[in-house]
């Protein structure tokens, strides 16, 4: 197999031309699916995100994750929900440098960021969560816009599973304005993050560190538009169920549904996510650790469940195996069995299967070394592995 790379100008990508293979920025992130015609959109988008050229690659005997998942999906959605969410980025990215420089922000901003991460949500949850679980950093984000990064998909995650446990749209909404929000005051703290945009394990540990949910909830109370229930909710979201958490070691009987989702949200996240970790662990490992933590009472008993759903056990993009062998991609969760979710067999003209009707099903996953994602060992399950101190010993 051949791993040749050409690089192609976006002036010459012509409207509703299907190519034959998948577009990708200079750093090998795929920004347009094989098989999927070139709309207007797609170029407007490349020229506001200033890219002047793609790059193509020859056949590799990799899977890749990516290309599958948006074989499957409408590739229109794909392409709105990926604008959707740089747009989120990019508003957050200059809310927090407003509030860095001592400056105002619009609050309509924000809001209307998450508003239009529920929208997208509400057409295709899937292709939602398939577009916002697999995206990784760009290795020329600086520290603000690493923050606004993860913030943004800790939204767009935190929103999916308010969704999913049948809370009202203001509370939905307010639970994704409180992930935004819950990390913003590292931007004041830039010297916490290495050269690879991650906190660096020794920080955890002070108390400047233990204390950022509160001085956020500060910066967003200084600014007087928003209501004090969202900055409540920013100052807990690093409390855990019996009580371990901080900065103030509530319970979860003395906190809000909305900081308990998005706590949940970040631990998953921090887990599975090369966005939030430099060695994530496989995404089923680590639901199945969650729930060793729920039986250790860390981890919220509500809200877990609530994410297993909307999720699956195997969430979407997960690499399985198949009693026959075969390996798939999740594509879709099951409502009917988190078990059994739908798959998209990694061969050419793979076939969709939903394993709860069919005669297949999973044995195991698979380790992707694409994304660098491992298994969790059994020795370390009663380990709090969501912590890089922890997580890297």
């Given amino acids: 197999m051949t791993h040749t790379k050409h690089e192609i100008k976006t002036s010459d990508l012509v409207v509703g031309t299907t190519l034959p293979f998948a577009l990708r920025d200079p750093e090998g992130n795929i920004l347009h699916a094989a098989g999927v015609p070139v709309t207007e959109r797609l170029l407007v988008r490349l020229e506001s995100m200033g890219v002047s050229s793609v790059t193509v690659r020859g056949e590799s005997s990799e899977i890749r994750v990516g290309e599958i998942l948006c074989s499957y999906f409408d590739a229109s959605h794909i392409e709105a929900i990926t604008e959707k969410l740089e747009e989120g980025i990019e508003s957050l990215n200059r809310s927090i440098t407003s509030l860095i420089n001592g400056d105002s922000i619009e609050p309509k901003l924000v809001t209307d960021c998450v508003e239009s991460f529920i ?13 916002v679980l697999h995206r990784s950093l760009k290795s020329k984000s600086d520290i603000v816009r690493a923050i606004s990064e993860r913030s943004a998909c800790m939204s767009c995650l935190s929103t999916s599973i308010a969704t999913s446990m049948g809370l009202d749209k203001p509370t939905v909404l307010r639970t994704g304005l409180t992930a935004l929000f819950s990390d913003i005051s590292m931007g004041n703290h830039q010297d916490w993050f290495d050269e690879r945009r991650y906190i660096r394990p020794q920080v955890i540990k002070t108390e400047e560190y233990r204390n950022h949910p509160l001085e956020s909830g500060r910066m967003i109370e200084s600014l007087g538009s928003f209501e004090e229930q969202l900055i409540k909710c920013v100052s807990q979201t690093h409390e855990l169920a ?13 906190t809000s549904v909305e900081s308990r989702i998005v706590s949940m949200s970040e631990v998953y996240l921090v887990l599975s996510s090369p966005l939030f970790s430099p060695s994530p662990f496989l995404e089923s490992d680590s639901l199945a650790y969650m729930i060793h933590q729920m039986t250790c009472g860390h981890i919220d008993r509500e809200v877990l469940p609530a994410m297993i759903k909307a999720l699956s056990m195997f969430p979407i993009g997960s690499l399985v195996k198949l009693d026959d062998d075969k390996v798939a991609v999740v594509v879709q969760p099951n409502a009917k069995n988190p078990f059994q979710p739908i798959v998209k067999l990694c061969e050419m003209g793979g076939k969709v299967m939903d394993l709860n009707i069919s005669n297949s099903q999973i044995i195991g996953p698979v380790c992707d070394s694409r994304s660098r994602r491992h298994r969790i060992e059994k020795a370390k399950l009663d380990t709090l592995l969501w912590v890089p101190s922890s997580s890297e010993n």
């Fill in 242 to 254: 019996d009580g371990s958490g901080f900065p103030n070691r509530l319970t979860s009987s003395q």
């Fill in 119 to 131: 929208d997208q949500a509400a057409i295709d949850a899937s292709a939602f969560l398939a577009v």
